[in-house]
């Protein structure tokens, strides 16, 4: 019986990183109603069998292949304010870098809904998703970069779509990452993707990073950039002082996704 509830509580951590592709222990004992010695417990179990990598404060999976329509339904409330905040940072004539993944696909879906404000934009991404909720559907150009599809992220990666990066002069990047911290700074659950993002990087002018607040204090697997790498950062409310007062620190500027 006590094998069964291990295995049971194994499997719930494992469910919930590979939902969200990082987690803190605190989180996990709270979300599961277990001591926090529990749960270090299990992640050191799990971490042996190879399934994941602990880091201070918590755990991320190794490598994960995310599901991506797991990723869809966490926290979209967030990541819908999240990504009209990012629209009333656009401006007509702008060439705009739009990053794969969830919290972009919800900046895409605003920017579908329509911009009053903006007559022309020109727009940029190696996200499939992102591709297909605007093509077609805004009076904006709308370009995917081409290259080897990543299936996990629904993105194309590779020297193809670094070599088509290479020639952008892009005025501001919406950039996603699966974490944030001090030591690591930004960091995404691929190293493929990690590499493009850092191609973009290098060629933006402004670099807007688009996470929610729970990417606080979370190391993901692969490194992006150093912390005050970003510009600005658009997050929930939801964010703890100790990262606003970081972020702050690294020169970053912090726009708060309110309420519509």
Not at 115 to 138: K, P, R, S
Not at 163 to 174: H, K, P, R, T
Request: proline fraction near 2%.
């Amino acid at each position: 019986m006590a094998d069964h509830l291990v295995d049971h509580r194994l499997q719930l951590i494992l469910s919930e990183l590979a939902a969200r592709g990082e987690c803190r222990t605190r989180q996990l004992a709270e979300q599961f109603h277990l001591s926090e010695m529990t749960v270090r417990r299990d992640l050191q179990e799990l971490e042996s069998r190879g399934q994941l990598r602990r880091v201070h404060g918590g755990a991320v999976l190794l490598n994960r292949d995310i599901n991506y329509s797991l990723r869809l339904e966490h926290d979209q409330a967030q990541k819908q304010l999240i990504g009209y905040a990012a629209t009333r940072l656009l401006k007509s004539g702008q060439t705009v870098y739009i990053d794969a993944g969830t919290t972009a696909l919800a900046l895409a879906r605003a920017i579908r809904q329509g911009l009053n404000h903006i007559t022309h934009l020109h727009i940029v991404t190696h996200g499939i998703t992102i591709a297909t909720e605007l093509a077609g559907q805004t009076p904006y150009s709308v370009q995917l970069i081409g290259g080897d599809v990543y299936q996990n992220a629904l993105s194309t990666v590779g020297p193809t779509a670094l070599a088509q990066i290479s020639g952008l002069a892009i005025d501001v990047f919406f950039m996603g990452a699966g974490g944030v911290d001090t030591a690591m700074g930004w960091s995404n659950s691929n190293h493929v993707e990690a590499v493009v993002k850092r191609a973009v990087i290098d060629r933006s002018k402004t670099v807007c990073a688009i996470a929610d607040s729970a990417k606080w204090g979370q190391q993901s697997y692969a490194p992006i950039v150093p912390l005050g790498k970003v510009s600005r950062w658009i997050v929930n409310r939801g964010l703890i002082e100790e990262g606003a007062d970081a972020a702050r620190a690294a020169g970053i500027a912090i726009t708060f996704a309110d309420a519509m």
